[in-house]
């Protein structure tokens, strides 16, 4: 009986790991077929079938890349707009989340529906008047009409809040008046560092979302100079001039490092933080 059971176990063990390489070879296959095909000419890239393995062309569609496009300067311009904003996100959303998980003031349930109510309008709506107001402000063109009206996401504000409820206890912040804590020295000494892995999870969002971010870019954004990258990428494929497909293929894929390094770190400060939360006194 004992063997016949595991048996079973082991058969169902096979089976769930078997299930999860499948599972992570069809996630990675667009990754891999995006690092062949940046390898491979234009003409490579309708082959039927398809060509699995990589070629000799990539330094060639790199140099293809960087004479159509100034792919350099928009990676910079990329990093200091998802750079900005994620900072100024963690920092912002944080502080405001806290506030709202665990301090008492007039009007804090309607402040906090209010906020809620701002994550179901889309954001297409509101390009119209954020485009009047960074005109009238100057900011057309410029990598501020990027950052400014983005600093502080209400999806960051919600799910801090929701993070700072569970993850502080009402005992710290008592213990920290009782040593003489402000209410900033409260957030920053006590809540900040409990909430680094709710935080890293928010920087990986914040990062990817402005650095995949195209369209409000491409509408407040008229000179090449402060091109991002997916801004610059969408140059590439010309309306009267013939696309090069394997340049596109490249700047995809130098574009995709960025995110990969990022989560990589956040990810490794996001399973330190959970590690530590599991150890209890």
Same mark, same amino acid.
């Given at each position: 009986?004992?063997?016949?059971?595991?048996?079973?176990?082991?058969?169902?063990?096979?089976?769930?790991?078997?299930?999860?390489?499948?599972?992570?070879?069809?996630?990675?296959?667009?990754?891999?077929?995006?690092?062949?095909?940046?390898?491979?000419?234009?003409?490579?890239?309708?082959?039927?079938?398809?060509?699995?393995?990589?070629?000799?062309?990539?330094?060639?569609?790199?140099?293809?890349?960087?004479?159509?496009?100034?792919?350099?300067?928009?990676?910079?311009?990329?990093?200091?707009?998802?750079?900005?904003?994620?900072?100024?996100?963690?920092?912002?959303?944080?502080?405001?989340?806290?506030?709202?998980?665990?301090?008492?003031?007039?009007?804090?349930?309607?402040?906090?529906?209010?906020?809620?109510?701002?994550?179901?309008?889309?954001?297409?709506?509101?390009?119209?008047?954020?485009?009047?107001?960074?005109?009238?402000?100057?900011?057309?063109?410029? &990598?501020?009409? $990027? *950052?400014?009206? %983005?600093?502080?996401?209400?999806?960051? #504000?919600?799910?801090?809040?929701?993070?700072? /409820? @569970?993850?502080?206890?009402?005992?710290?912040?008592?213990?920290?008046?009782?040593?003489?804590?402000?209410?900033?020295?409260?957030?920053?000494?006590?809540?900040?560092?409990?909430?680094?892995?709710?935080?890293?999870?928010?920087?990986?969002?914040?990062?990817?979302?402005?650095?995949?971010?195209? &369209?409000?870019? $491409? *509408?407040?954004? %008229?000179?090449?100079?402060?091109?991002? #990258?997916?801004?610059?990428?969408?140059?590439? /494929? @010309?309306?009267?001039?013939?696309?090069?497909?394997?340049?596109?293929?490249?700047?995809?894929?130098?574009?995709?490092?960025?995110?990969?390094?990022?989560?990589?770190?956040?990810?490794?400060?996001?399973?330190?933080?959970?590690?530590?939360?599991?150890?209890?006194?």
């Amino acid at each position: 009986m004992k063997h016949t059971a595991y048996t079973g176990k082991k058969i169902w063990n096979f089976l769930l790991y078997a299930g999860l390489l499948l599972w992570a070879v069809v996630s990675l296959f667009p990754f891999y077929w995006l690092s062949v095909m940046s390898t491979r000419t234009s003409s490579e890239f309708f082959r039927f079938p398809p060509v699995m393995v990589p070629g000799s062309s990539f330094l060639n569609n790199m140099e293809a890349l960087f004479t159509i496009i100034d792919f350099p300067r928009a990676v910079v311009n990329s990093l200091i707009v998802s750079g900005a904003r994620t900072g100024l996100a963690l920092f912002f959303c944080s502080m405001t989340a806290f506030y709202f998980a665990k301090f008492e003031f007039p009007g804090r349930k309607f402040l906090y529906s209010f906020l809620l109510m701002t994550m179901m309008i889309p954001q297409q709506l509101l390009m119209i008047p954020q485009l009047i107001m960074m005109g009238k402000l100057g900011w057309i063109s410029t &990598l501020k009409a $990027l *950052i400014i009206p %983005n600093m502080i996401p209400a999806f960051g #504000v919600f799910w801090m809040t929701q993070y700072c /409820q @569970g993850a502080i206890h009402d005992d710290l912040l008592n213990a920290g008046r009782i040593d003489g804590c402000g209410t900033f020295r409260l957030f920053w000494n006590i809540g900040f560092p409990i909430t680094i892995p709710g935080l890293s999870f928010l920087a990986i969002h914040t990062f990817v979302t402005s650095w995949n971010d195209f &369209l409000w870019p $491409l *509408i407040v954004l %008229n000179d090449q100079k402060v091109y991002t #990258v997916q801004v610059a990428l969408g140059q590439l /494929q @010309g309306m009267f001039t013939k696309t090069d497909y394997g340049a596109v293929m490249c700047g995809t894929l130098l574009a995709t490092l960025p995110i990969v390094v990022i989560f990589l770190i956040c990810n490794k400060f996001f399973i330190a933080g959970i590690a530590a939360g599991g150890v209890k006194d």
